[in-house]
């Protein structure tokens, strides 16, 4: 079929793809929502980062499971429809978080985003290619896509920092509704009634191992994040997760083995680059999941406004632009894969070191940034090139389901990189704060010294009591302060050994396999 017959005849060639490219942004945007400013919401909905971890994994776990049927779908309405119905549902999703401050009813809308938001948006992924003019169509249309993926935390944030800053919670909500009644609009005015893919049914879906395979998600993923506060395995709640992800996942298998119209076809394992694919991809969000320890600290440490941590995000964001366009070229000049992985591993692995020359009580702009900028390189070269490593070679039927893959294993690795950083700076914290508070004694003289001259200010304004206890606090906090910049200097630079190690086996693999054949 000539996808342009799915366009009004008088809609300008030129004026499709800009709108197209623009009708991807709204659905993106869901992802980071309530995540462009965790402290704001935190204090919203009075619940703190736990709580904001796992609604991002709520939807980011229903996301991958709607991947599966996704193709159905699309396939079942005609493109007019399709993008009508779907931005109506996320308008009025989007409209009833507005109005709440339940936690548990944000539960349930994140878990309607995660289907509806995945929904909306993916249509505008296969007419962004088809609008395209180049053999090259794919690597464009996907480097938009992960540029938009990667950045669309800070951008999103910035769009909405009046909203956050002036207005309130629902005022915010409101902003990104506006954005998806524009998607609504851009169904209306380009759209005919006719058909983009051939007409597939609805009732044939397998609702049942859809089901049982989020379930299995969300038991793990709930496990991992709350498992630190509910003390693991000595928690009914943790036990009770962990049977449950064993059992719904064992029985999605079978099912899946005994189905005629399998939901995932488990044949996509016989493929080194699945496999391959799939543990660099790990290795790549473990690392990544340290950049929030470095805005973290930014917060915590260093007291910089949450809007002026935004802005210099946009140094990762530069670097991130900059790390797309050189994997687009790699993509298109077919450069090796293993000479991309090697190049973006190393690196992390430069900037991981880096990183940990830049934790101390008081930094600068011009110390920090550069940094995030090589960290923005690096990701940029590495995300896009990983996705197409890992469905290159599948047929057609599997490469839904090799895609769905690759976002199940971030959708893992986010839950299981931020569980990892909280224990450790948990860990890692208590041993750096005992070692330090060991050391202060009155045999200390640099302690005796600061001592005495904390005390001696408060004292002049405050009666003795107070100015010790005002004294002791500020000696907590500078603690607590140097006990987060030592662990994560620890914890960066164990994140510089793993990506270094990865790195070498990249470029190590071929020369050992050709020794060890020749050998043989």
């Given at each position: ?108 809308i994140r878990f309607l985003e995660g ?149 995932f076809h488990f044949e996509v394992f ?179 010294s600061q001592w005495n001259q904390i ?66």
């Amino acid at each position: 079929m000539q996808h342009n017959t799915i366009y009004y005849n008088w809609v300008p060639q030129w004026l499709k793809l800009p709108l197209l490219v623009l009708a991807l942004f709204p659905h993106l945007m869901l992802l980071s929502l309530l995540h462009s400013n965790s402290a704001f919401t935190s204090s919203f909905m009075d619940v703190d980062s736990d709580d904001i971890q796992y609604l991002l994994i709520l939807m980011y776990g229903t996301f991958v499971v709607t991947l599966l049927v996704l193709p159905r779908f699309m396939a079942y309405f005609s493109v007019k429809y399709y993008i009508l119905l779907m931005s109506s549902i996320s308008v009025i999703i989007l409209y009833i978080l507005s109005a709440t401050h339940d936690y548990h009813i944000i539960l349930v809308i994140r878990f309607l985003e995660g289907i509806f938001g995945l929904l909306e948006g993916a249509i505008f992924l296969p007419l962004i290619i088809a609008e395209l003019k180049t053999k090259h169509a794919k690597v464009i249309a996907y480097l938009f896509m992960y540029t938009i993926m990667l950045t669309g935390g800070t951008v999103t944030s910035s769009l909405l920092k009046s909203s956050i800053q002036d207005y309130d919670f629902r005022h915010m909500i409101l902003m990104i509704l506006y954005f998806h009644i524009f998607v609504l609009i851009i169904g209306i005015v380009l759209f005919n009634r006719n058909r983009f893919l051939p007409k597939m049914p609805l009732y044939q879906l397998d609702i049942t191992s859809w089901f049982l395979l989020w379930a299995c998600l969300q038991a793990g993923a709930y496990a991992i994040i709350y498992g630190k506060r509910l003390m693991w395995f000595e928690s009914d709640i943790i036990t009770m997760c962990l049977f449950v992800f064993l059992i719904s996942g064992g029985l999605f298998m079978l099912k899946q083995r005994n189905s005629k119209r399998p939901l995932f076809h488990f044949e996509v394992f016989s493929s080194r680059n699945v496999v391959a694919g799939m543990v660099l991809f790990f290795i790549f969000y473990l690392i990544r999941a340290g950049l929030n320890n470095v805005y973290s600290i930014m917060a915590t440490v260093w007291k910089w406004p949450w809007d002026y941590i935004i802005n210099i995000q946009y140094w990762n964001v530069a670097g991130t632009l900059l790390g797309v366009f050189l994997s687009g070229i790699c993509l298109m000049k077919g450069v090796s894969s293993r000479i991309v992985f090697f190049t973006g591993f190393l690196l992390l692995a430069i900037d991981c070191a880096w990183f940990t020359y830049t934790f101390y009580p008081d930094t600068t702009l011009s110390t920090i940034c550069p940094p995030l900028f090589l960290q923005g390189i690096a990701q940029g070269l590495l995300f896009t090139p990983l996705v197409f490593f890992l469905i290159s070679g599948m047929p057609e039927d599997y490469v839904a389901n090799a895609t769905a893959l690759g976002t199940t294993t971030r959708f893992w690795t986010t839950a299981i990189g931020y569980a990892l950083m909280q224990n450790l700076m948990l860990a890692l914290s208590l041993k750096h704060s005992d070692a330090l508070s060991f050391q202060l004694t009155d045999t200390n003289p640099v302690f005796y010294s600061q001592w005495n001259q904390i005390f001696g200010a408060n004292i002049s304004k405050l009666p003795v009591n107070e100015s010790l206890s005002m004294t002791a606090g500020a000696f907590k906090a500078k603690i607590a302060a140097q006990s987060m910049l030592l662990s994560n200097m620890e914890i960066f630079t164990g994140l510089f050994w793993l990506a270094l190690i990865t790195a070498l086996l990249l470029l190590m693999y071929h020369p050992v396999k050709i020794a060890i054949r020749n050998i043989m």
